[in-house]
């Protein structure tokens, strides 16, 4: 198999559908929703949490059995019936319709699957084994929680406010390249690390003032 091709996709309003109504279709909806997607699910059963979201009109539930035409309009596809047959049929299905496919119990089967991810606001660390082992994957971005706090996401805000003010003032590249090096300089980042959001922020305005100019 060549080298994957790891994307970071939009789907707010995007309308994905799930086959299938159980605890993965569930986590898989979840994570859908929270990243702003149209979700529609079809399934015979579901579960509580998947009856309430579609109570709620969080998401659109057809209760029955995967049919072809379920993918009308869809822009994305999880197939979690936990079914052979029925995933088969919801791959080739899609993917001679040039969608994109996540089976949940063969990565193979469809063309993507989902990594293990940490978010601190922009700053996204993905984790993929290729679906060798899901569970060293969460262990992985277990570990990646403890060393990336949510003040990384706070930092990226500041960060790319000044990086926008150096590109703007700065026309020099040497003294713009020096500049953006100098927010991200090892004195920094270990403040970070430490959780001292204060002091970052003081030391990025005097960068910004300091020598690069
Ligand atoms: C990252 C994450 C994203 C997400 O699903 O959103 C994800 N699995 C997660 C959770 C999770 N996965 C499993 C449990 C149950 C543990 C338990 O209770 O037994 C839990 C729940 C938990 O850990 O809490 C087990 C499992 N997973 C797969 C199989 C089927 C198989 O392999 O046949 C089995 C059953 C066999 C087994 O146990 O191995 C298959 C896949 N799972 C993948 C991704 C893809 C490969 C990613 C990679 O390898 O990099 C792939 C191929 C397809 C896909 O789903 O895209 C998500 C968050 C992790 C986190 O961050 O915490
Ligand atoms: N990707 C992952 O992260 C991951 C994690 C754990 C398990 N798995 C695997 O994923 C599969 C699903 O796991 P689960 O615990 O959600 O299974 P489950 O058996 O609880 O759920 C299957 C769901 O599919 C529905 N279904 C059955 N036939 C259908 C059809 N023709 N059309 C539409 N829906 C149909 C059932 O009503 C049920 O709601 C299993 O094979 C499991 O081994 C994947």
């Given at each position: 198999?060549?080298?994957?091709?790891?994307?970071?996709?939009?789907?707010?309003?995007?309308?994905?559908?799930i086959?299938?109504?159980?605890?993965?279709?569930?986590?898989k909806?979840?994570?859908?929703?929270?990243?702003?997607?149209?979700?529609?699910?079809?399934?015979?059963?579901?579960?509580?949490?998947?009856?309430?979201?579609?109570?709620?009109?969080?998401?659109?539930?057809?209760?029955?059995?995967?049919?072809?035409?379920?993918?009308?309009?869809?822009?994305?596809?999880i197939?979690a019936?936990?079914?052979?047959?029925?995933?088969?049929?919801?791959?080739?299905?899609?993917?001679?319709?040039?969608?994109?496919?996540n089976?949940?119990?063969?990565?193979?089967?469809?063309?993507?699957?989902?990594?293990?991810?940490?978010?601190?606001?922009?700053?996204?660390?993905?984790?993929?084994?290729?679906?060798?082992?899901?569970?060293?994957?969460?262990?992985?971005?277990?570990?990646?929680?403890?060393?990336?706090?949510?003040?990384?996401?706070?930092?990226?805000?500041?960060?790319?406010?000044?990086?926008?003010?150096?590109?703007?003032?700065?026309?020099?590249?040497?003294?713009?390249?020096?500049?953006?090096?100098?927010?991200?300089?090892?004195?920094?980042?270990?403040?970070?690390?430490?959780?001292?959001?204060?002091?970052?922020?003081?030391?990025?305005?005097?960068?910004?003032?300091?020598?690069?100019?």
């Amino acid at each position: 198999m060549s080298g994957r091709y790891l994307v970071s996709l939009d789907l707010e309003n995007k309308r994905c559908l799930i086959v299938g109504g159980g605890s993965v279709a569930q986590r898989k909806a979840v994570t859908l929703l929270e990243c702003g997607a149209l979700v529609h699910l079809v399934s015979p059963e579901v579960t509580p949490l998947i009856e309430e979201l579609a109570r709620q009109g969080k998401i659109s539930h057809r209760r029955g059995c995967y049919e072809s035409s379920d993918l009308e309009g869809m822009f994305l596809v999880i197939g979690a019936s936990g079914r052979e047959d029925v995933n088969r049929q919801v791959a080739d299905d899609c993917l001679s319709r040039n969608l994109i496919v996540n089976i949940v119990d063969d990565p193979n089967k469809g063309n993507f699957f989902v990594p293990a991810t940490v978010r601190r606001g922009a700053l996204e660390i993905a984790v993929s084994t290729g679906g060798k082992s899901p569970l060293l994957a969460r262990k992985i971005r277990e570990e990646l929680e403890k060393t990336y706090g949510e003040q990384y996401g706070e930092f990226l805000d500041m960060l790319g406010v000044f990086r926008q003010e150096t590109i703007a003032n700065i026309s020099e590249p040497e003294k713009k390249k020096r500049m953006l090096e100098s927010f991200v300089d090892e004195k920094i980042l270990s403040l970070l690390k430490e959780g001292h959001l204060d002091l970052v922020k003081e030391m990025l305005v005097s960068a910004y003032r300091g020598s690069g100019r």
